[in-house]
């Protein structure tokens, strides 16, 4: 069976290690924050000058002052900092940042990533995106394997727009994890009862398939 | 105005001097930490062929959003602009122009402009739409691109203090892109929420020092949450 998008979320979240510092994307990756194994802490960054960022406020907590990347009201955690836009892009620029998760309309074999724009449809904005991508260590795309009409978002090349080229390693979908080098996606995990079959049948983009492919854990 | 006194008493003397064809840039995250009454004074002043340098364009009927009803922007530089209908529908009719560019990109511009950088390299948009046309280089084996700064005629920034003489201090994230914007406009206007006496705020905790400030305006503000969200 294909993830839903909670289920996405918690194979996200086994990759963060204690002492990350975090950048999730609107979204899905939102949804990671749920999952965090209770023995580690990760500390999560919003990119309009958060570091620590926390749940939801109250009612009683609700501060207009106080806003996440989406623009939602949110708290900070204990032990949290709060800066400016340009200091906040140097953390993520600089390299700072441990883990970004992000999700995407498209991704290739080159590593390229396409998710902020559809030509005469979509033009609203790249938001922090082409920095996060261009800065983390280490970048998680969460998408869904295939669009709602079959086609697959993992490709040979991408056709829209790019966000960042070279970037992405790593890919949590629906149906599989998969890793990005030597111009191929290299299948290492199956979601429980999906097919290698299956998978090969949605990427479109050269895939590697090992002989053992492990299912999924949680 | 009396030495470093930078205290004006009305929004038509905080905004005197604004012209047509003029760029500001503006403070603000979506519509959190923004200049209302500013914006609301240049809605006043029906002043037109702005180019805006903000992250975003407000939303429909408020921030930045209400300088759109009487078409004042020619030209709006954000890195999201997807919240506001006559935004798009402007857009479309080719009334308005966009260029889109990335949020740590919009930062740094203005951080540079503010500081007489004149252009930096970035990896940021490279091999992307926004790489075209600019020049690129490689440093250690990885390629940027050069992209130039910004300043502008006017910033307009919002502040939760300020003393007399300009030194600012934010609140929470309604800091964001202000900080950046005050260093980079020629004439830079602050509204607060609570003016006060120099020596009252903490010298190693301002945000910003009075020196990028010109003017500080007392404002009263609606501080509209975008989308609220509590916890369940």
New interface residues.
């Given amino acids: 069976m294909a993830l839903s998008r909670e289920q996405i979320a918690m194979r996200v979240a086994q990759e963060f290690q204690d002492g990350d510092y975090v950048n999730l994307g609107i979204g899905i990756p939102t949804l990671a924050a749920n999952y965090v194994p209770a023995d580690i802490q990760v500390m999560l960054q919003s990119e309009n000058g958060l570091l620590g960022m926390g749940p939801n406020p109250t009612e009683e907590q609700l501060d207009a002052d106080m806003i996440n990347a989406g623009k939602e009201t949110v708290t900070a955690v204990t032990g949290a900092s709060i800066f400016n836009s340009a200091e906040s892009f140097a953390m993520i620029r600089g390299g700072h940042v441990d883990f970004t998760v992000l999700g995407a309309f498209e991704v290739d074999v080159s590593g390229n990533i396409a998710s902020w724009m559809i030509p005469n449809k979509l033009i609203k904005g790249m938001g922090g995106a082409m920095d996060l991508v261009a800065g983390a260590k280490n970048i998680i795309v969460t998408m869904t394997h295939a669009d709602k009409h079959g086609n697959s978002k993992l490709l040979q090349q991408c056709t829209l727009p790019l966000t960042g080229v070279n970037c992405i390693t790593r890919i949590i979908t629906d149906l599989a994890v998969l890793e990005v080098k030597n111009q191929a996606f290299y299948l290492s995990e199956r979601a429980p009862g999906v097919s290698v079959e299956e998978i090969q049948a949605k990427t479109a983009g050269e895939l590697v398939v090992p002989e053992h492919v492990p299912e999924m854990q949680f | 105005m009396a030495g470093f006194d930078k205290v004006v008493n009305s929004y038509a003397e905080a905004m005197a001097g604004l012209e047509d064809n003029m760029t500001v840039l503006a403070g603000g995250?979506?519509?959190?930490?923004i200049p209302e009454g500013l914006i609301a004074q240049m809605k006043l002043m029906q002043t037109k062929g702005l180019t805006i340098v903000s992250?975003n364009c407000g939303v429909d009927g408020f921030g930045l959003g209400i300088l759109l009803e009487d078409k004042q922007i020619k030209k709006m530089i954000?890195?999201?602009?997807?919240e506001n209908a006559l935004f798009e529908q402007q857009?479309l009719n080719g009334e308005l122009e966009v260029e889109?560019t990335?949020?740590?990109?919009?930062?740094?511009k203005?951080?540079a402009g503010g500081a007489g950088i004149p252009a930096f390299y970035?990896?940021?948009?490279?091999?992307?739409?926004?790489g075209e046309g600019k020049e690129s280089r490689e440093f250690n084996g990885r390629p940027y691109i050069l992209e130039e700064s910004i300043t502008g005629d006017f910033a307009i920034i919002k502040a939760?203090k300020a003393d007399r003489y300009g030194n600012c201090i934010?609140?929470?994230?309604?800091?964001?892109?202000?900080?950046?914007a005050a260093t980079a406009g020629k004439i830079t206007v602050v509204e607060v929420e609570h003016i006060v006496e120099p020596g009252e705020l903490e010298p190693s905790q301002i945000?910003t020092p009075g020196i990028y400030v010109d003017r500080v305006i007392q404002g009263s503000f609606e501080?509209?949450?975008?989308?609220?969200?509590?916890?369940k």
């Fill in positions: 995250f979506g519509l959190c930490g992250n954000s890195s999201y602009v997807g857009l889109l990335p949020q740590g990109t919009l930062a740094e203005m951080r970035t990896a940021t948009g490279y091999g992307t739409p926004v939760y934010y609140r929470h994230t309604a800091q964001n892109f202000n900080p950046m945000h501080k509209r949450i975008e989308r609220k969200v509590v916890a």
